[in-house]
């Protein structure tokens, strides 16, 4: 089973800053990851898929860069909808493991 | 647009089987490429992925659940069940599931149902 560890834990920022997420997998994943947002007492939405592509409706501030082991979600500039807590995946082998998640919090 | 929606029971007994429903709308799953996932989510904690079943009733679990779960669709009802056997207060969490796209990817997902295995 893959692993995925997401980095750091925990992320406090102000709006307007701009946002760096971490998600290394234990061993190679090609292109094959996603990033999903959540929000307290919401279901997850897909932000990135395949390591860069925006999904249906994701602002451009969103942008994924990354392949083999190491991925970065970035956040170019915050605004205060995007607080929230973010989640990596893989489909690259069976189950299609998630990341711990990283809470980007409000400084 | 595609939306889910899951239902069940809200508590079990540890020990009981746990039977989900997930309706959807939108999409048809006798069209190739497409699924629909399980996920579930500990209070306050990550999101597990459990399993799936694809348009041609592949199917695929989470290893360390494989034994206890099953995963069924019913194509001319929009219905995807999973099951669960032998409930134990760990297994408290949200359960959502969630359209797999042809893009391979969760999206989107139901709005999610909290079980709770308690006696």
């Known amino acids: 089973e893959i692993v995925l560890t997401q980095s750091p834990a925990t992320l406090s920022l102000s709006p307007g800053e701009r946002a760096t997420l971490s998600c290394r997998a234990s061993?190679?994943?090609?292109?094959?990851l996603a990033w999903y947002q959540q929000k307290p007492g919401q279901a997850p939405r897909l932000l990135i898929y395949?390591?860069?592509n925006r999904a249906t409706g994701i602002p451009a501030s969103f942008s994924g860069s990354g392949s083999g082991t190491d991925f970065t979600l970035t956040i170019s500039s915050l605004e205060p909808e995007d607080f929230a807590v973010y989640y990596c995946q893989q489909r690259s082998n069976w189950p299609h493991t998630f990341g711990q998640g990283t809470r980007l919090e409000i400084k | 647009q595609i939306t889910l929606k899951e239902s069940g029971p809200t508590l079990v007994k540890p020990t009981q089987t746990l039977t989900l429903t997930c309706t959807f709308s939108g999409f048809s799953l006798s069209t190739s490429g497409v699924g629909v996932g399980w996920i579930r989510q500990p209070p306050g904690k990550a999101l597990e992925w459990l399993a799936l079943?694809?348009?041609?009733?592949?199917?695929r679990y989470s290893p360390s659940l494989k034994s206890r779960l099953t995963i069924t669709k019913d194509t001319s009802k929009n219905q995807v069940v999973l099951t669960m056997t032998n409930t134990d207060p760990v297994d408290t969490a949200t359960y959502y599931c969630?359209?797999?796209?042809?893009?391979?990817?969760?999206?989107?997902w139901g709005q999610g149902t909290l079980v709770t295995v308690s006696s």
């Open positions: 079943i694809y348009w041609d009733d592949d199917k």
């Open positions: 061993q190679s994943v090609s292109i094959y």
């Open positions: 395949d390591a860069s």
């Open positions: 969630a359209h797999y796209s042809s893009s391979y990817w969760f999206d989107p």
